[in-house]
C-alpha cells in the first residue's frame, strides 16, 4: 500500500468541533467589527509579489525570508499573501475607493502564509480576522481601533490581556533616530548576530525584529524611537493615549514595539495573552500613513490591525472557555424503505422551514436509525412508516422525555418549530 499522503508542515486541516469553534469565533467577532461600522472586503489569496516588497519592506524577515513567491505559467513573480493590508489598500486604490466618504472601514477574514519555523500557536498557512480604517489621522480613530481589538478579544471571554502601545514616529523622526541607531549598533557590533550586522547597514530598525536572546539584551539600552518624536507625532501620541485614559483601557507603553513591517508610522499596537507560550501576541496593528503613496496613490493615512484566530482559539482552551456549544440538531426522520422517499421530501421540507434536519443515508435498520439519532444529539426523531403514510401522519418523539406524538404530515413543521422553542424556553 502507497503511505498515506500528510499535509504540508506548518498547515492543518481544522476538523469537527474545531472547525465550529473557529467559524463561531470568527462570526463573534465579525459582528462586533459591523458595530463599529466596518464593512466586508474579500482580496485574493496571491498577489504580485512587488505589492508586498514595495510596502511591507525588502528587508524585513517577512520578504526576505518568509514569502511563498512563485512565478506562474505567464513568467510572473506572485506572491501567496503573508498579510492582508497591503491587498486591502492594493483594492481600495485600484477600485477608486478614494471618492467614499472617509475614513472607508474594512474589514477581512481568511488565510495567510508565511515560511516560518512552526511551533505552537506559528503556521505556514494561519487565519487572520482584521480592519482597516482608510482615510483618517485623527488619534481617536487609532484610540476607536485598539479599543476595537481590546473589545473584541475580551467580548469572547479572554483575559489575561497586556496591551503594548508605542509611536513609530513619522518619516521624519524616524530618519533621525535611524541616524542616531545606526552609529550605535556600530559600536555594539560584537555583541550582535550576523542577521543585525546586515540589518543595521541597509534597514537599522529591523534589528528590533530580531529573535536571538544576546541581540534583544544588547538591544535593551539602544537609543529609543520614542526620544525622536517630532512635536506632531509627540502630540497624536499623547491625545492616543489620553483618549484611551477616558475609556478605561489599560495599556504599557513599549518603546520595543516596531513591528515587523516598514509600513507602520505613528501609533504601533499589540495585544498579548498570558496564557499563551512564545507566541503570545493575540493581535496587532499600528498606523500606516504612507502605504497609499507607497502604492502610487494619494496621501491617505489610515490605520488596522490583525488578530491571529488560531491564537485566539488557543488561548480560549488554555482559559478554558468553550467558544460555542456544538450545533444542535432539531430532528432525525427514521423511515422504513418504503417511506424513504416521502422521507426525502419531508427532509427537504422542514429543511426549508428553517430546522436543522437529518435522515440516514446508510441503509442502516430501524434501530440503526434510531441509534445514529442519538449519537447526533436530535432532539426530536420523526418515525415515518407505511403505516403513518397511508394515514398521512408522522409519529415524533421527544428524545429526552421519550414521548410519543401522532400529527398530519402537514403539521409537522409547524408542530416542531412550537415545541422546539417550548423546550428552548424551558
Ligand atoms: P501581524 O502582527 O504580523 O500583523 O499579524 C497579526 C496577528 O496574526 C498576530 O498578532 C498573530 O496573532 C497572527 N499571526 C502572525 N503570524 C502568524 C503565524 N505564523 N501563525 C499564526 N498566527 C500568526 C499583520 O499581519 C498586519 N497586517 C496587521 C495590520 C493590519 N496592521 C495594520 N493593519
Known sequence: MEAIIKAARGTSDILLD?????????????????????????????????????????????????MYTFKDKGGRSLTLRPEGTAPVIRAFLEHGLTSMPMPVKLYYSGQM?????????????????????????????????ITLLHYALTELGLSELALHLNSMGCKGCRKDFAASLKKDLKERARDLCDDCRLRAASNPLRVFDCKNPNCIESLKTAPKIGDYLCKDCNDHFDAVREALGDL???????????????????????????????????????????????????????????IGTERVLLALQALDIPPSATPSLDLFIISTDEARREAFKLLMNLRKAGLSAEMDYGLRTFKGQMKLAGKMGATFVIILGEQELARGMVSIKSMAAGEQTEVLLADAAGWLIKNLNRNKEA
Open 18 to 66: 474545531k472547525a465550529v469553534k473557529k467559524s463561531h469565533v470568527e462570526r463573534r467577532i465579525m459582528e462586533i467589527f459591523e458595530r463599529f461600522g466596518y464593512s466586508p472586503i474579500i482580496t485574493p489569496t496571491f498577489e504580485h509579489t512587488e505589492l508586498f516588497t514595495r510596502t511591507i519592506g525588502e528587508a524585513t524577515d517577512i520578504v526576505s525570508k518568509e
Open 248 to 306: 478605561g483601557i489599560d495599556f504599557i507603553v513599549d518603546s520595543s514595539l516596531v513591528r515587523g513591517f516598514d509600513y507602520y508610522t505613528k501609533t504601533t499596537f499589540e495585544v498579548r495573552s498570558g496564557a499563551l507560550g512564545a507566541q503570545n501576541a493575540l493581535g496587532g496593528g499600528g498606523r500606516y500613513d504612507g502605504l497609499s503613496e507607497e502604492l502610487g496613490g494619494p496621501h491617505i493615512p489610515s490605520i488596522g490591525f490583525a
Open 113 to 145: 502564509f508565511r515560511y516560518e519555523r512552526p511551533q505552537a500557536g506559528r503556521y505556514r498557512e494561519f487565519y487572520q480576522i482584521g480592519v482597516e480604517a482608510i482615510g483618517s489621522s485623527d488619534p481617536l480613530i487609532d484610540a476607536e481601533n
